[in-house]
């Protein structure tokens, strides 16, 4: 099992120059991309929503991501303004895997993002040497940061009409 989280910090009160972000801004943003994840995933080829239904206050997709070579079938569940989670059961070319973004707000107007990851190794392959565990933590962390890029785009186009 590899494990790996990190926070992105969004908003920070001592670099004016940032547009802060209110959380209807970021979950907007959230929201968007799962349902619309070619805008934010590099080579994701095409998603199609199979299911959207309400439960408990969350909302529940099933979707189907299309990388071309390969297909992922996931799950995503939005807790809305607080988290969203997604599931890939293993397939015979995809590990299990899950990936949560958490809205925080220690303060008020103080808002991060919490990235947790979460991929099942197969239990007869060798652990990943630590040189492809660092390059894997890398590239989450880019995606996670072109990701809040992304969100910052949307919300001054929105702002700005």
Not at 134 to 159: C, G, M, P, S
């Amino acid at each position: 099992m590899l494990t790996f989280e990190h926070l992105v910090q969004i908003n920070d009160p001592r670099v004016p120059l940032i547009q802060p972000l209110t959380r209807m801004d970021i979950w907007h943003g959230l929201v968007l991309r799962a349902h619309h994840p070619t805008e934010f995933i590099m080579g994701l080829e095409s998603c199609v929503i199979e299911t959207q239904e309400e439960q408990s206050g969350q909302t529940l997709l099933t979707r189907v991501l299309d990388f071309g070579p390969f297909q992922v079938h996931d799950r995503v569940t939005l807790t809305p303004m607080h988290e969203v989670r997604v599931l890939a059961p293993a397939t015979d070319r995809w590990p299990r895997s899950e990936a949560t973004v958490t809205v925080e707000e220690p303060e008020e107007g103080a808002i991060f993002l919490r990235f947790t990851y979460e991929l099942d190794l197969a239990d007869d392959s060798d652990d990943m040497d630590e040189t492809t565990v660092e390059i894997r933590k890398q590239a989450y962390v880019a995606a996670d940061l072109d990701t809040v890029k992304r969100i910052r785009e949307i919300a001054a186009i929105r702002k700005a009409h």
